[in-house]
């Protein structure tokens, strides 16, 4: 079974940056998806962005575009996504998960999650 660790959320005013890092196991190196999503406070999960080993190919989020990198890459049997994200603002406050990509309702093996909070 996969099984995601998610870190580098932190506490950040707006226009600050991080960068966030996903380690998956469990997880085929040789093709996958692998993306990032959100939770706000009361609000749904949300995708954010996504990662395809084929070609490279990524997805952005509207809210996101232009502001967050999503990249990827493998050593041996663990998948490694970060998240690099610059000119962030309140509205990017969320718990952040890493997942393949697009995820299926059934997915259950969701990682703690990093929080980052964004202050104006």
């Known amino acids: 079974e996969a099984q995601f660790v998610e870190s580098g959320g932190g506490l950040v005013q707006a226009g600050g940056s991080l960068r966030l890092s996903c380690a998956a196991s469990g997880f085929s190196p040789d093709m996958y998806t692998i993306g990032w999503f959100r939770q706000a406070p009361g609000k749904e999960r949300e995708g954010v962005s996504c990662f395809g080993s084929a070609g490279g190919s990524t997805y952005y989020a509207d809210s996101v575009k232009g502001r967050f990198t999503i990249s990827s890459d493998n050593s041996k049997n663990t998948v490694l996504a970060h998240l690099q994200m610059n000119d962030l603002k309140p509205e990017d406050t969320a718990v952040y998960y890493c997942?393949?990509?697009?995820?299926?309702?059934?997915?259950?093996?969701w990682g703690q999650g990093t929080q980052v909070t964004v202050s104006s």
């Open positions: 997942a393949p990509c697009p995820v299926g309702a059934d997915f259950s093996s």
